[in-house]
Protein backbone atom coordinates (compact mmCIF):
# COMPACT_ATOMS: atom_id res chain seq x y z
CA UNK A 1 0.00 0.00 0.00
CA UNK A 2 0.68 3.91 -0.60
CA UNK A 3 2.05 5.68 2.85
CA UNK A 4 0.58 8.46 3.26
CA UNK A 5 3.15 10.82 2.41
CA UNK A 6 3.04 9.65 -1.03
CA UNK A 7 -0.70 10.18 -0.79
CA UNK A 8 -0.81 13.47 -0.14
CA UNK A 9 1.91 14.21 -2.49
CA UNK A 10 -0.37 12.30 -5.39
CA UNK A 11 -3.15 14.45 -4.47
CA UNK A 12 -1.34 17.53 -4.76
CA UNK A 13 -0.34 16.42 -8.00
CA UNK A 14 -4.12 15.67 -9.04
CA UNK A 15 -5.30 19.14 -7.85
CA UNK A 16 -2.51 21.05 -9.75
CA UNK A 17 -3.67 18.73 -13.32
CA UNK A 18 -6.87 19.13 -12.83
CA UNK A 19 -6.69 23.16 -11.91
CA UNK A 20 -4.50 22.68 -15.28
CA UNK A 21 -7.10 21.07 -17.44
CA UNK A 22 -9.61 23.50 -16.28
CA UNK A 23 -7.71 26.23 -17.66
CA UNK A 24 -6.03 24.83 -20.92
CA UNK A 25 -9.47 23.18 -22.24
CA UNK A 26 -11.33 26.71 -22.46
CA UNK A 27 -8.60 28.11 -24.18
CA UNK A 28 -7.74 25.32 -26.66
CA UNK A 29 -11.57 25.51 -27.34
CA UNK A 30 -11.18 28.79 -28.56
CA UNK A 31 -8.60 28.75 -30.42
CA UNK A 32 -10.13 25.51 -32.65
CA UNK A 33 -13.16 27.82 -32.70
CA UNK A 34 -11.10 30.81 -33.68
CA UNK A 35 -8.78 28.72 -36.33
CA UNK A 36 -12.35 27.24 -38.24
CA UNK A 37 -14.10 30.63 -38.49
CA UNK A 38 -10.87 31.52 -40.08
CA UNK A 39 -10.83 28.86 -42.43
CA UNK A 40 -14.20 28.98 -43.46
Known amino acids: MASANDMKAAEKTYGGFINLLK ?14 IVIS
Open 23 to 36: WTVPILVALVLLII
